[in-house]
């Protein structure tokens, strides 16, 4: 496996994490080890591990010679477990999941609002 394949692995799975679960700042895109770093975290265990491997697979190709011995069956089973993990809840999900949030707080303050004017009426004996 070429050196420009795995970096190629690593900087996809570093964009999904940064758009699935945050840690990038706007109009940056940080390589896999900064998003293991800051987000790392928020992955399951067995995903993590899957990133660990790809990132020891993305410094071991930056060596020629090294990654002509290098396990590329690893690295690419490594890729294809965090894209089966990160790529679910796509742009049109997460938009979807905001929009719901945003309705359910609407929805919440309208109930208070409207407890509050019974029990205004309540007490001044209108209702």
Avoid: F
């Avoid at 930056?62 to 490594?78: E, F, G, I, L, Y």
């Avoid at 679910?88 to 929805?107: D, K, T």
């Amino acid at each position: 496996m070429a050196q420009d394949d795995v970096r190629a692995m690593a900087d996809e799975v570093a964009a999904l994490m940064a758009q699935r679960l945050g840690g990038a700042r706007r109009g940056s895109q940080p390589d896999l080890a900064t998003m293991i770093r800051r987000r790392g975290g928020a992955l399951p265990r067995r995903q993590r591990r899957a990133a660990q491997v790809l990132l020891r697979a993305q410094a071991q190709a930056a060596s020629p010679k090294v990654a002509r011995q290098m396990d590329s069956t690893a690295a690419a089973r490594a890729h294809a477990e965090l894209l089966r993990y990160l790529r679910p809840l796509g742009a049109s999900a997460r938009w979807q999941a905001g929009a719901l949030n945003v309705a359910a707080a609407v929805m919440m303050g309208l109930l208070l609002v409207g407890a509050v004017a019974v029990w205004i009426m309540v007490r001044r004996g209108l209702a």
